[in-house]
């Protein structure tokens, strides 16, 4: 932190007018190549040295290795003498140390300069090719495995043709063929284990460089994580000022090398004591509050499910009376227009 520099605002814009950009050539056209391709990729292709030194130093430009680092005082300032953070350039190399930053077309012309001298030279020898593992039983063992390819259910390899423009109707044979029809195209689904849900984490939190002698506000609030206080709401912005406060009160407590001034830091300090006893009471009541209101709900939604069932009772034994009356009452007019036709 030794080394820092104020920048408004770094500025990217101009890279995209830049000359040269590394592009490597796929099955679908061309797609805009990784930053450290050159370097890593055994298959990219530079043309020369000149162009291997143009890419370097657009992966340079592009990975912006300047860090910013906030200035907590202004950190929400707008003004331009008063920026609201610093950069600085971060020393770390993406790149390890064990890759090489040398164009490997050297070698290639090494080796055709010692071809040329063995085919000048009847006695020069060429120095034996040690070829490296290809790992077939390894971590390349995907490499050398092909779907098989079967000329009775398609005209071409799948590794050609992935995918037709233009779609044949199928033709259903005749019922009185014998044998079945074996279609000319075949379509192949493919779908992965994990859905997006699955695999989600927490946002990320960028890394952060503390400036020498300074305490961070925003360290205070570290034990706030995603769901767990942020986004924060009315009790987390309560909880930040109560801390701001108490921060703001420890800055007017007399320091304790002072002997005439103890009693008041004593007092001061019971005081506070007090006030956080008092303040922690009151939190106390309205949990407590809150949780007889919400024991009152549930009383009172138990109440209003017994009088439902205690009506469904009701009625159920009010039909079955209804019921036992009707039939009753049937009955005594049957038994009393036999009687009258007996008489």
């Known amino acids: ?28 056209g061309s797609i805009t190549s990784r930053t450290y391709d050159f370097l890593y990729d055994p298959l990219f292709i530079v043309s020369s040295e000149r162009d291997h030194a143009q890419a370097n130093v657009q992966a340079t430009l592009v990975r912006s290795r300047l860090k910013k680092v906030p200035n907590f005082k202004s950190m929400f300032s707008n003004l331009f003498h008063h920026p609201r953070y610093s950069m600085y350039w971060s020393k770390s190399d993406p790149v390890p140390s064990c890759v090489s930053r040398e164009w490997r077309g050297q070698e290639a012309k090494h080796k055709e300069a010692l071809r040329l001298r063995a085919a000048m030279d009847a006695s020069f020898q060429m120095p034996k ?13 995907y490499k050398f495995f092909d779907r098989p390819f079967l000329p009775f259910l398609q005209h071409m390899p799948l590794n050609v043709v992935l995918a037709t423009s233009k779609l044949e109707t199928f033709v259903f044979p005749p019922e009185t063929s014998k044998y079945t029809v074996i279609p000319t195209k075949s379509t192949v689904g493919t779908q992965t284990d994990y859905r997006d849900a699955e695999v989600q984490t927490d946002p990320y939190s960028p890394e952060y460089v503390v400036c020498q002698d300074t305490i961070p506000e925003l360290l205070t609030l570290a034990n706030l994580t995603w769901g767990r206080g942020l986004p924060a709401g009315q009790a987390e912005v309560e909880m ?18 002072d002997s005439f001034q103890f009693d008041k830091r ?27 209101e919400v024991l009152k709900q549930l009383l009172k939604r138990r109440e209003e499910n017994q009088d439902q069932l205690d009506t469904r009772h009701l009625n159920a034994q009010w039909y079955r009376l209804q019921e036992a009356k009707e039939a009753k009452v049937a009955q005594i007019q049957h038994t009393h227009v036999s009687s009258e036709e007996m008489a």
């Open 1 to 28: 932190m030794s080394h820092i520099m104020t920048i408004q605002k770094a500025k990217t814009n101009n890279l995209q007018g830049f000359p040269y950009r590394c592009e490597q050539l796929r099955a679908k």
């Open 266 to 292: 004593r007092k001061m300090m019971n005081a506070m004591e007090r006030k956080e006893w008092a303040f922690r009471e009151g939190e106390i009541e309205k949990l407590q509050d809150l949780r007889l």
């Open 240 to 257: 930040i000022e109560r801390a701001r406060e108490k921060r703001a009160w420890e800055a007017t407590l007399p320091p304790l090398n």
């Open 129 to 141: 090719e040690q070829y490296e593992d290809p790992e077939v039983s390894g971590r390349n063992r």
